[in-house]
């Protein structure tokens, strides 16, 4: 039939066999949610009024062409009636057919043999098909479609079904151009006749929709419209951004940064993201979940996207809204696809670049940022499969000439001294202990900063952060750690000349001695000048696993037992020099011995029981008190 006919039989029509198996799927399957019914034929009317906008720019032969661009929403309570309207492009009798009469048509049978076969992933492979209408047969009993085209001779006609085998196409009066959908309701979709139920939905799905939509007897309207993300940065001053991001979180505290993209290469992209004051969503956040809003020409398709962004950046906030991604028919999930992952990649770079800007620009705000938020950059530098090196200049770390300001390793690499080209690190449990190390003496007596590592997840970032800008990372814990000798000429710092002490030949005597008492705790027992201000320390034998990997397995093994090690003593402490003065059959001899063992255990953060120390302490402390009063 044509759209002159004015003389349209109505009787009923069969939907194709795969078209009534499709409609049955939509129906039944798909939405999670049934109020996605509403934001998918307001979306369909904002398409219309787009196509009849468009026309008009270069047609003026439109029907109706000074009506309002509009969509207008009306309940019937006692008829159990919703009914939206728009003022678009609307429709022919033929055009109601083709594009409600029949689902897919191109690729209707494909599909369908397809869930014949058993396919699993249903949304995925009906991604293609433009059906969001048909979602509203989810709350509805039947639904009446009545539209004029907005060609001046068309004829008005509707498009009636109740969701069965068949459906109706009749002449209608209709004196004005666009589409009207009345919904007859299911009696349990009451809610959907309520207009604040409907107000809410609206603003939550549809607020930023080009066109006004109206609510029953009300003349103004309902959706800001605006989107912010869409206007040019140039014109949006930093109140809007501050204003716009307490409305979306209901975060009181203004956000620590935000960025404003508007980008058309390589996918085109409007975005707003935000950087919060805490990671923390605070006990009146808006912010349920994590993830990003994810808008579709302002529709939004949804509310926490998780895969816009790497999980490491899960604290960011903020909306992003492209034209490029194709959708799903429920619009509640997209397919995973190169436009997807190109987005990711960009809105990651980005969100990096916003972070270098602020420690560049604001570095006390940044340091605000890394108390706060340190943990999810550093779980990005352990977990990053493809680039984690972009996230190495984020990072910030005390080191042991610099304990209470945050440096990158930037920052460190500009004091390197003239003979230095790896950068230093130790591991420890907590900053005073490993302050305290033994480790720091060698590299500390001659002028070499070290990087002071303290938390569990720095283990695992130090699996993958080997090297930073060709200088190797070097544990100073591990036993073959050597500093370079100082050059020629220089001003590198020198090693003090040590005291006098044990003499060479009376090593084998207390290193036999230590390994007797210590017997199979340790592997091995030797001197050290790698010393100053402690008597001793623990390194592990060649070919043990690295200090790193050790503290890795004891966070993921339960039964990881750590190796055992060799102790090096510093022939130079006192302590040392008078156990060496000490008979070997006086007591206090074993009680000390024992207790510097397991001083560097606790030092390491490996002892297992440090309670066990305190009757041992108390001993030695009796035996100094009774010594001095001999004195």
């Known amino acids: 039939m044509s759209m002159a006919d004015h003389n349209l039989v109505s009787h009923p029509i069969p939907f194709k066999a795969e078209t009534r198996q499709l409609l049955d799927i939509l129906i039944h399957s798909l939405y999670t949610e049934r109020e996605i019914f509403l934001r998918e034929l307001i979306s369909n009317a904002s398409d219309a009024l787009t196509r009849v906008n468009y026309e008009m720019l270069t047609n003026r032969d439109v029907l109706d062409p000074d009506v ?31 594009n409600l009469g029949t689902i897919a048509h191109s690729g209707a049978r494909a599909f369908a043999s397809a869930i014949q076969q058993g396919a699993k992933n249903i949304t995925d492979i009906i991604g293609q098909f433009g059906v969001g209408f048909y979602s509203a047969f989810m709350v509805a009993r039947s639904i009446r479609v009545i539209s004029r085209s907005y060609l001046p001779g068309a004829q008005a006609a509707a498009w009636i079904c109740t969701g069965e085998d068949t459906y109706t196409i009749e002449s209608a009066d209709k004196p004005t151009r666009g589409t009207t959908i009345i919904l007859e309701l299911k009696q349990d979709a009451s809610e959907f006749v309520q207009e604040h139920r409907l107000q809410e939905i609206i603003r939550k799905h549809s607020e930023f929709i080009s066109f006004p939509i109206y609510l029953g007897d009300e003349k103004e309207q309902i959706n800001r419209q605006t989107a912010l993300w869409r206007q040019p940065p140039r014109q949006v001053e930093k109140k809007d951004y501050v204003d716009f991001y307490q409305q979306l979180t209901l975060d009181f505290n203004p956000p620590l940064t935000y960025t404003h993209l508007s980008i058309d290469a390589p996918v085109q992209m409007y975005a707003i993201l935000y950087i919060p004051d805490s990671p923390d969503h605070g006990i009146f956040s808006l912010r349920k979940d994590d993830g990003l809003k994810l808008y579709s020409r302002k529709i939004l398709i949804q509310e926490y996207c998780k895969d816009l962004l790497p ?21 509640e999930s997209y397919q995973a696809n190169r436009i ?25 705000d940044y340091a605000k940022f890394w108390t706060r938020f340190h943990l999810f950059i550093k779980e990005g530098a352990a977990t990053e499969p493809t680039e984690p090196e972009a996230l190495y200049p984020l990072l910030r770390f005390h080191t042991s000439t610099h ?48 990087l002071l590592l303290t938390e569990p997840v720095d283990s695992f970032v130090l699996v993958r952060l080997t090297k930073y800008k060709d200088h190797p990372l070097k544990n100073i814990a591990a036993a073959d750690f050597v500093i370079p000798a100082a050059p020629e000429s220089g001003s590198a710092p020198t090693s003090p000349e040590p005291s006098p002490g044990i003499p060479a030949e009376e090593w084998f005597d207390i290193i036999d001695r230590f390994k007797t008492q210590l017997g199979e705790k340790i592997t091995d027992v030797r001197m050290t000048d790698r010393l100053s201000d402690s008597p001793a320390r623990l390194v592990d034998p060649e070919g043990a696993t690295t200090p790193e990997l050790q503290r ?53 953060g490996i002892h297992p029981n440090p309670a066990n120390m305190i009757g041992r302490i108390h001993q030695l402390i009796q035996a100094a008190l009774r010594q001095g009063d001999h004195k």
């Open 340 to 364: 997807m992952a190109q987005l990711r990649k960009l809105l990651s770079s980005k969100v990096i670049d916003l972070l270098q800007k602020l420690a560049t620009d604001q570095p006390d």
């Open 311 to 331: 999980n490491y950046f899960r604290f960011i906030q903020g909306v992003v809204d492209t034209e490029d991604l194709p959708l799903n028919v429920s619009r």
């Open 552 to 604: 890795v397995y004891r966070y993921i093994k339960e039964d990881f037992e750590i190796p055992k090690k060799i102790l090096e003593l510093n022939p130079h402490h006192p302590l040392i020099q008078m156990l060496s003065a000490c008979p070997s059959d006086d007591p206090i001899f074993a009680e000390a011995v024992e207790q510097i063992f397991e001083n560097a255990l606790l030092i390491e």
């Open 68 to 98: 309002e661009l509009a969509i207008y929403l009306s309940v019937d309570v006692s008829n159990h009636t919703l009914t939206i309207s728009d003022t678009g492009i609307g429709m022919t009798a033929d055009e109601l057919r083709d």
């Open 403 to 450: 304990p209470e300001q945050f440096s990158s390793l930037d920052d460190y690499c500009s004091r390197l001294q003239p003979n230095q080209s790896d950068i230093y690190y130790l591991l420890g449990e907590d900053s005073q202990s490993i302050l305290h190390s033994p480790h720091l003496d060698y590299p500390r007596s001659r002028g070499y900063e070290v």
